[in-house]
T-cell receptor, first 117, second 114 residues
Framework: DGGITQSPKYLFRKEGQNVTLSCEQNLNHDAMYWYRQDPGQGLRLIYYSQIVNDFQKGDIAEGYSVSREKKESFPLTVTSAQKNPTAFYLC????????????????FGQGTRLTVV | KNQVEQSPQSLIILEGKNCTLQCNYTVSPFSNLRWYKQDTGRGPVSLTIMTFSENTKSNGRYTATLDADTKQSSLHITASQLSDSASYICVVSGYGGSQGNLIFGKGTKLSVKP
């Protein structure tokens, strides 16, 4: 089945520890995104990548890092520099150019809930 | 500044009733507007997507409208069901900018009661 997969679904992090969230897609999409969702707030963009080996900071990139070595994969590392990492993290992908209505849709993974313990 | 504003913030309705959610945006240039449904603890799922030239689009009991002149959209839910309880997010796609071309509203939390 085509889709976008995030893992793990739940993740617990100790203070001072780095953790990596996985995001894989087999939709052949060029662009991939990482968002953070907190209660009562809209999705906030952490990082995005329009093409392999290139990525851009979003609005809240501090304390996070990403890589885009393969088109299918866009892992997010939450570093110890992120002071308030407890949140719901969503990964999304879409084509980077408008080729028609059906191709501009963004597909989301099921999310990873990260909790600091 | 590119923004997407949704109202109301939350809404409670009885099963079987209709409701309408609103979305106003200031994104320019405009590419398309989408409505997503997000169940608690899950990723958003697309309901509709509309471009500049489309005024209305339906997906089952969901009907979205778009007025590109006033930069307003609405999502109408007909004959609501308990399973409609979720957050509904309006997302506007522009060109360029620091947000990767997708600008999100904060969502409307809908609760359908029996």
């Amino acid at each position: 089945d085509g889709g976008i997969t995030q893992s793990p679904k739940y993740l617990f992090r100790k203070e001072g520890q780095n953790v990596t969230l996985s995001c894989e897609q087999n939709l052949n999409h060029d662009a991939m995104y990482w968002y953070r969702q907190d209660p009562g707030q809209g999705l906030r963009l952490i990082y995005y990548s329009q093409i392999v080996n290139d990525f851009q900071k979003g609005d809240i990139a501090e304390g996070y890092s990403v890589s885009r070595e393969k088109k299918e994969s866009f892992p997010l590392t939450v570093t110890s520099a992120q002071k308030n990492p407890t949140a719901f993290y969503l990964c999304a992908s879409r084509t980077s150019r408008d080729r028609g209505i059906g191709n501009t849709e963004a597909f989301f993974g099921q999310g990873t809930r990260l909790t600091v313990v | 500044k590119n923004q997407v504003e949704q109202s109301p913030q939350s809404l409670i309705i009885l099963e079987g009733k209709n409701c309408t959610l609103q979305c106003n945006y200031t994104v320019s240039p405009f590419s398309n507007l989408r409505w997503y449904k997000q169940d608690t603890g899950r990723g958003p799922v697309s309901l509709t997507i509309m471009t500049f030239s489309e005024n209305t689009k339906s997906n089952g009991r969901y009907t979205a409208t778009l007025d590109a002149d006033t930069k307003q959209s609405s999502l109408h839910i007909t004959a609501s069901q308990l399973s409609d309880s979720a957050s509904y997010i309006c997302v506007v796609s522009g060109y360029g900018g620091s947000q990767g071309n997708l600008i999100f509203g904060k969502g409307t939390k809908l609760s359908v009661k029996p």
